[in-house]
T-cell receptor, first 112, second 110 residues
Framework: SAVISQKPSRDICQRGTSLTIQCQVD?????MFWYRQQPGQSLTLIAT?????????ESGFVIDKFPISRPNLTFSTLTVSNMSPEDSSIYLC?????????FGPGTRLTVT | EDQVTQSPEALRLQEGESSSLNCSYT??????LFWYRQDPGKGPEFLFT???AGEEKEKERLKATLTKKESFLHITAPKPEDSATYLC???????????FGKGTKLSVKP
């Protein structure tokens, strides 16, 4: 299994600013992911964080808006850039360990 | 198009009243059917992965089963602490990513 921590757990940000979310896994994992969960909705994959190379983004998500880093096998960051109220959501880090996939506690972002 | 559909959207049970949650899927090249539990304000907690039709897995009052078209999460004699949203996801498609259903919100009343 994998235990995942995220910082910050929540934040309130002003429109037009950026926020970087950190994700730490307690063991080396093959794959890391970032998801978004809007109120009352299920999970939507933003991108796969690739170690040592550019992230792979899903349709509807772009690098300029959601830059991602993954410098090693246990750590990744997601930045939400130039925020608008529509970016208010829970952002979840996830990691795949062998065949199973685990999630962090989430970062609750509110943009005013 | 790959899709996962969960039903019902919400389920209210009395403590001790057993029931089942349904997850229907059309996922190309399915490489696993996942069940998660999510409590309000928290990330999804991994419960089970099922890989082939006929497979069953159990954990306390929960049992997950898998057929070629759907999965069931059976809850036996539920307790109020089982109240949560239960998410189903299939791994498959061209990228092998998880495709989530919208979840079933379970409420168990004492």
């Amino acid at each position: 299994s994998a235990v995942i921590s995220q910082k910050p757990s929540r934040d309130i940000c002003q429109r037009g600013t950026s926020l970087t979310i950190q994700c730490q896994v307690d063991s080396q994992v093959t794959m890391m992911f970032w998801y978004r969960q809007q109120p009352g909705q299920s999970l939507t994959l933003i991108a796969t964080a690739n170690q040592g190379s550019e992230a792979t983004y899903e349709s509807g998500f772009v690098i300029d808006k959601f830059p991602i880093s993954r410098p090693n096998l246990t750590f990744s960051t997601l930045t939400v850039s130039n925020m608008s109220p529509e970016d208010s959501s829970i952002y979840l880090c996830s990691a795949r360990a062998s065949y199973e996939q685990y999630f962090g506690p989430g970062t609750r972002l509110t943009v005013t | 198009e790959d899709q996962v559909t969960q039903s019902p959207e919400a389920l209210r049970l009395q403590e001790g009243e057993s029931s089942s949650l349904n997850c229907s899927y059309t996922v190309s090249g399915l490489r696993g059917l996942f069940w998660y539990r999510q409590d309000p304000g928290k990330g999804p907690e991994f419960l089970f992965t099922l890989y082939s039709a006929g497979e069953e897995k159990e954990k306390e009052r929960l049992k997950a089963t898998l057929t070629k078209k759907e999965s069931f999460l059976h809850i036996t004699a539920p307790k109020p602490e089982d109240s949560a949203t239960y998410l189903c996801a299939g791994r498959g498609g061209s990228q092998g990513n998880l495709i989530f259903g919208k979840g079933t919100k379970l409420s168990v009343k004492p």
